[in-house]
């Protein structure tokens, strides 16, 4: 492997030529008393026009465990290398590839070694969508940082998460990887895993340099076809899919990687606008942007450059700095520099952005991962048992018709393809997961359920296809129980990148087994374990109870075990729209309103979605109180606080989540029907009372942002809407 890191004789003989007029004093950017920015500027002014465009590359190295990483080519890479995407989990061999770049080149710039460390490394945790579920970004925070502390351990700097994009069709099976529909729930959970990642400090060890991505609108793909168009006006842009990535600005994600889309006849890896204008500009992002995979070259498909040269030149001038896998810049930077076509200044402030971000990593101090025994660094009983936690708060009770859940009866029938999968439980993007570490649904019953209840296994069909054999068994397992539950779901290559599904409905083959089941006349509770909101509006009324876990990682089995025993009480609640038909798609809470309130309906289906944002429902009961206001009417520059007091009315302890939604009636610009601007998780105990606060900034939660991005508050009603209260408040 070191091979391939060895200099090519010409590269090597102009590095010496260029860099040979050597002084005894350690030059200043090794001086870690001096700031990172006299750092960057002085390694800046020693190096060649070929390390620095070096330094704007980007390879993979290790064996491909991605089927959409397709036109790969091995070479030699030079040590002087920006990044390696890092696809091994052995520090070894990432230290021996650092040891020539730091020890053995004339500059000794670390490589920077990144990785798609989406929801965990070897610790699988609920895939990101079912943690925006949870409404608990410091379980959220939490993972991010046990994911962050196995990566950093087996070699990695850089993850390329979180993906933030904000999406509202189903089809598109990379709605699994972001926080779902809506722009501010994306947002806290953005900071939150940034915080996670990265620490305070991401230079200490343990922590990973965050990167947002996929900037942006990449949610919006038409039809939810990956990789495809996208129509997104200006003002949507701001309103929708841009609120994340600022927030994710401002809590200090050190990179953004550029989006694969075509944006309104812009490809996103050309567009100064967002690039330049947007990130670095108005928020005053000052780390670099890497591009997605080989999308510098896929301009030429995109019919937006005629050659290789234009495309570096495009995207390079758009203010994209890292070309990740095109060789583009690699190639052709230097001659377009020679034809003038982009800038030595613009180079140097590129270089200069990504020796930032390391810098800032700490990566001249300490480029070498310590060596840890797999052991030692994966699957620690703490990680564990936060996955289990994490995976408990994800889970969404959708129905519980006559209270059958939690379960009481003695026999039970368990049954469906995914009870004793290990597999696709641990869903899309799962790193270095490991299904021989995964906890299967079955292994959970079974140990929650031991002494207490009888459960008789059946697997009746399989995720797909039409083989019919298991169903006579499975119904035999059915008239044998008082009760059934029904494990369904989506295989984890059903969502993740360019898994796209034209319908959103479980396979024909278990609606199948579910009606087979329902013949039997036993109660059925509905377990779905998906990657996004499936359809299951035609099934719903055969089931008297609906579960949804989600893809929940290696610790699959306990987490919905004990939610099904009781043990748990059920606290998630839906961070997107479960629609009643896939027909409806895109759908979402925060649509802006029809000028026919009483007609735009479908003809042939229900218009309301099955299950709508916020929805979930616990074992105990909540009564709300009143709303209350510190005051009614307000100046522009006033504070307001809002409350409400929530009581435990039920019989079990119970953790609740209010969600705060603000709507303004009239407006110069027309705004959705309701907007979510804060939610809080507090548990409260039976009998007890807990008051839950909102502290409104009339100019953030009130305010709407133009089409530019600026935010303007205006004099008026505003509403805040709590469940199906509604309290007005008048702003002068
Ligand atoms: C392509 C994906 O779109 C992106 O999310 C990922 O980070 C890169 N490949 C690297 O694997």
Same mark, same amino acid.
């Given at each position: 492997m070191k091979k391939t890191f060895i200099l090519s004789c010409t590269v090597l003989l102009t590095l010496c030529l260029a860099g040979c007029k050597s002084s005894d004093k350690e030059p200043a950017y090794k001086d870690a008393n001096l700031s990172i920015e006299k750092r960057v500027n002085d390694l800046l002014s020693r190096m060649t026009l070929d390390e620095k465009i070096l330094q704007l590359n980007q390879y993979a190295t290790g064996p491909n465990d991605n089927p959409n990483n397709i036109g790969e080519v091995i070479r030699r890479l030079p040590s002087e290398i920006g990044s390696l995407i890092y696809r091994t989990e052995d520090p070894e061999l990432r230290n021996q590839l650092q040891k020539v770049a730091v020890e053995e080149t004339r500059l000794g710039i670390p490589i920077i070694f990144g990785y798609d460390v989406i929801h965990g490394f070897r610790t699988i945790f609920p895939i990101p969508l079912a943690q925006a579920m949870s409404w608990n970004p410091e379980l959220v925070k939490q993972a991010a940082s046990v994911a962050a502390k196995e990566a950093w351990y087996s070699g990695i700097d850089w993850t390329f998460a979180p993906m933030i994009d904000v999406a509202r069709d189903g089809r598109w099976g990379r709605i699994a990887e972001g926080y779902g529909e809506d722009p501010y729930t994306t947002a806290v959970f953005t900071e939150a895993a940034v915080q996670g990642f990265q620490g305070e400090d991401m230079s200490e060890p343990e922590k990973l340099a965050a990167c947002l991505k996929h900037f942006a609108g990449y949610g919006a793909c038409e039809g939810g076809r990956d990789y495809g168009y996208t129509e997104i006006s200006r003002q949507t842009l701001w309103d929708t899919y841009l609120p994340p990535y600022e927030a994710g600005v401002k809590a200090g994600a050190a990179t953004v990687m550029s989006a694969f889309t075509n944006i309104s006849g812009v490809p996103a890896t050309i567009n100064k606008y967002l690039l330049t204008d947007v990130l670095k500009e108005k928020w005053g992002h000052d780390g670099f942007i890497v591009s997605d995979w080989g999308a510098i070259g896929q301009l030429l498909n995109q019919g937006a450059t005629a050659d290789s040269m234009e495309c570096a030149v495009r995207a390079f001038n758009a203010g994209l700095e890292m070309d990740m896998m095109s060789d583009c810049y690699g190639k052709f930077l230097k001659k377009a520099l020679e034809e003038k076509k982009v800038s030595l200044a613009q180079i140097d402030e590129s270089v200069r952005r990504i020796l930032r971000v390391k810098f800032r990593k700490g990566l001249f101090e300490n480029p070498y991962t310590p060596s840890t025994t797999p052991e030692e660094r994966f699957l620690l009983p703490e990680s564990k048992a936060l996955a289990q936690k994490l995976a408990e708060e994800t889970i969404v009770l959708l129905k519980n018709e006559n209270h059958i859940l939690p379960l009481s009866s003695k026999n039970i029938g368990v049954i469906g393809p995914m009870v004793k999968d290990n597999y696709d439980v641990m869903g899309c993007w799962t790193a270095h997961g490991n299904k021989a570490d995964v906890e299967t649904i079955w292994e959970g019953l079974q140990k929650e359920f031991e002494g207490k209840a009888n459960l008789i296994y059946a697997k009746g069909c399989e995720i797909e296809g039409d083989d019919h054999t298991g169903f006579s068994e499975a119904m035999n397992v059915a008239r044998r129980s008082e009760i059934v539950l029904l494990f369904l779901g989506e295989s984890r290559w059903f969502t993740g990148e360019d898994a796209n599904r034209s319908q959103i409905a479980l396979p024909v083959i278990q609606q199948e087994l579910l009606r087979?089941?329902?013949?039997?006349?036993?109660?059925? !509770?509905? !377990?779905? *374990? *998906? @990657?996004?909101? !499936?359809?299951? @509006?035609? /099934?719903?009324?055969?089931?008297?109870?609906? /579960?949804?876990?989600? %893809? +929940? &990682?290696?610790?699959?089995?306990? $987490?919905?075990?004990? /939610?099904?025993?009781?043990?748990?009480? $059920?606290? @998630?609640?839906?961070?997107?729209?479960?629609?009643?038909? =896939?027909?409806?798609? +895109?759908?979402?809470?925060?649509?802006? +309103?029809? @000028?026919? $309130?009483?007609?735009?309906?479908?003809?042939?289906?229900?218009?309301?979605?099955?299950?709508?944002?916020? %929805? &979930?429902?616990?074992?105990?009961?909540?009564?709300? =109180?009143?709303?209350?206001a510190s005051a009614t009417t307000l100046n522009k520059q006033d504070k307001l606080t809002v409350s409400v007091d929530v009581t435990n009315s039920g019989d079990r302890d119970g953790a609740e989540v209010v969600h705060w939604f603000i709507r303004d009636p009239v407006c110069s610009i027309t705004r959705p029907m309701k907007e979510l601007k804060h939610f809080e998780k507090q548990m409260i105990k039976v009998g007890e009372t807990k008051t839950f606060t909102f502290d409104v900034d009339l100019l953030r939660d009130f305010g709407f942002v133009d089409e530019n991005g600026d935010r303007f508050l205006e004099a008026g009603e505003y509403q805040i809407i709590v469940k199906d209260q509604v309290l007005k408040v008048e702003v002068k």
């Open positions: 087979k089941i329902k013949e039997t006349g036993k109660p059925i !509770v509905l !377990v779905v *374990s *998906s @990657g996004r909101a !499936v359809e299951l @509006g035609t /099934v719903e009324p055969l089931c008297d109870a609906i /579960v949804e876990m989600w %893809h +929940p &990682g290696t610790v699959a089995g306990t $987490p919905i075990a004990r /939610v099904l025993s009781g043990a748990v009480n $059920p606290s @998630g609640k839906l961070a997107l729209t479960f629609p009643f038909s =896939g027909g409806q798609m +895109p759908i979402y809470y925060n649509a802006r +309103p029809g @000028g026919r $309130p009483l007609q735009g309906k479908y003809t042939d289906i229900q218009t309301a979605p099955l299950y709508e944002f916020g %929805h &979930g429902l616990s074992y105990t009961t909540f009564t709300y =109180g009143e709303l209350k």
